[in-house]
C-alpha cells in the first residue's frame, strides 16, 4: 500500500470534479476524474485542439543554492550547466555509478547561484544531497512550490491577454511574473508535445490560480485534464516515463534492473564531450553494446496496444509494448516498446498480443509519431 506523505493544495479542486487521488512520488494525484473512454478522448483532444491543465505539483522541486551549486548539478547531471545562463533551463539524465539511468529532471537556473531541479520518481534529489555534502551549497526539497501545466495550442494565447511579453518567450525559457495578481514563475516546457508552460506559484495562491485560468480559459476551451492523459501524449511525443519504460517495470530475465541511455534513445541528453559526472565512463563504454532499445511501432487498425503487452516476431516473443494509443486526432495508432536492436529499424514487421489473445500487425518506426521536427512545441511568436 502507498504511503502519501505530500498533499497538493489543489486536492480539494480534483476531488469536487471526481477526482480519484492516487499515490505518485508520495503525493495524492488526480490520475482520473473519471475512468470512461469518453473522458480520457475529451481530455487528450482538449489538449491536441485547445488547451489542458493539469495538476503536476508531485513533481519533485528542489533548491539548489551556493557558491558550489553549479558544482554539484554538474556532477550530479548529464549536461554542461555552466552553458545554462540564468532565465533558461535544460532538460538532464541522472545516473548511477554504473552509468545506468535512474532519473530525469529539467535544470533551472533562476540567477547566478541560484538553481531548481525539478524531477519524478527516481532519486535525483538524493544525488544532489549525497554530492552536496561538505560543500557550500544548500539542497532544499520545497512542496511549497506547486506547478501547475497548461498545455496545447491556445495556452499561449490565453497566456498572453494576462502576461506581457510571453510571445517571446523561447522554449526551455523561463520568466518571474504574475498571473491574476499573484507572482508565479513560468516556464515553457511540459510532458505533452505542444506549446506549452509550467505555472510555478505558491501553496497558498494554488486554488486561486487554478479557478481563475480554468473560469477566464473556458470560453476559449481550456479544461481541467487529468493526470492519466499524459500517457496518450507522451506516448506519440517520445517522452519516456521513469519507471515505466524501464527495465524496473520490463525487468531483464538474468541481470539486475538498469538501462543505459543508448537503450533508451537519451544519448543526445549528455553535453558533447562531458566527463566527470556520475557514471560518465561506464555510460560512454557502454554505447554500442545495447541489450535492446526503445523504439516505435505503427499497428495496424484502431484497436491499441495494452500496457506491457506482448511484441513477437515471426511467433517468438522479443520485446513488449510500454504503452500504446489511438489518436482520433491524428488518425494513428502507436506504441513505445524494448525491442531487439535487430528489430529496431524502420518497417520491421512485427506483431501485437493484448492481454485478451487478440495480435494485431504492427511495424517497427521511429519516434516522434506526433510533432516530429518539434516545430509545434518550439514556435515562436
Known sequence: MAIIWR??????????????????????????????????????????????????????????????????????????????MPGRSTYAS?????????????????????????????AGMEQLTAVAAGKNCAVIFDDNLHDMSLQGPVAVDFLAKHVPGIRDLAYFGIMQTKLFGCPVMISRTGYTGERGYEIFCQAK?????????LSDGSDM?????????????RTESYLLFYPGDNSETYPFDDEPCGDTLWELGLEFTVSPGKTGFIGAENHYAAQGKERFKIY??????VTPADEGATLLQDGKEVGVVTFGMYSSVNKHNV???????????????????????????????????????????????
Open 296 to 301: 516505435g511501432v505503427v499497428l495496424e487498425g
Open 7 to 84: 498533499t497538493s493544495a489543489l486536492s480539494q479542486r480534483h476531488a469536487e470534479i471526481g477526482g480519484e487521488l492516487e499515490d505518485w512520488n508520495g503525493m495524492g494525484t488526480a490520475w482520473f476524474y473519471d475512468h470512461s473512454p469518453e473522458r480520457a478522448e475529451a481530455d487528450y483532444t482538449a489538449i491536441r485542439t485547445k488547451a489542458g491543465l493539469m495538476d503536476v505539483s508531485g513533481l519533485k522541486k528542489v533548491h539548489v543554492v551556493g557558491e558550489h551549486a553549479a558544482q554539484v548539478i554538474d556532477r550530479v547531471t548529464t549536461r554542461n550547466v555552466e552553458k545554462i
Open 94 to 122: 541522472i545516473l548511477n555509478e554504473e552509468g545506468k539511468f535512474i532519473d530525469d529532471c529539467i535544470i533551472y537556473r533562476l540567477s547566478v547561484n541560484t538553481w531548481l531541479v525539478v524531477h519524478g520518481t527516481g
Open 335 to 381: 506504441g513505445i516498446s524494448r525491442m531487439p536492436v535487430e528489430c529496431a529499424k524502420p518497417g520491421t514487421k512485427l506483431t501485437v498480443r493484448n492481454g485478451d489473445g487478440t495480435e494485431i500487425a504492427c511495424t517497427a518506426e521511429e519516434m516522434p509519431f506526433y510533432d516530429q521536427d518539434k516545430s509545434i512545441r518550439t514556435a515562436k511568436g
Open 221 to 233: 476551451g481550456i479544461t481541467p485534464v487529468q493526470f492519466s492523459t499524459l500517457d496518450l501524449l
Open 205 to 213: 495562491d494554488a486554488i486561486h490560480l487554478w479557478d481563475s485560468i
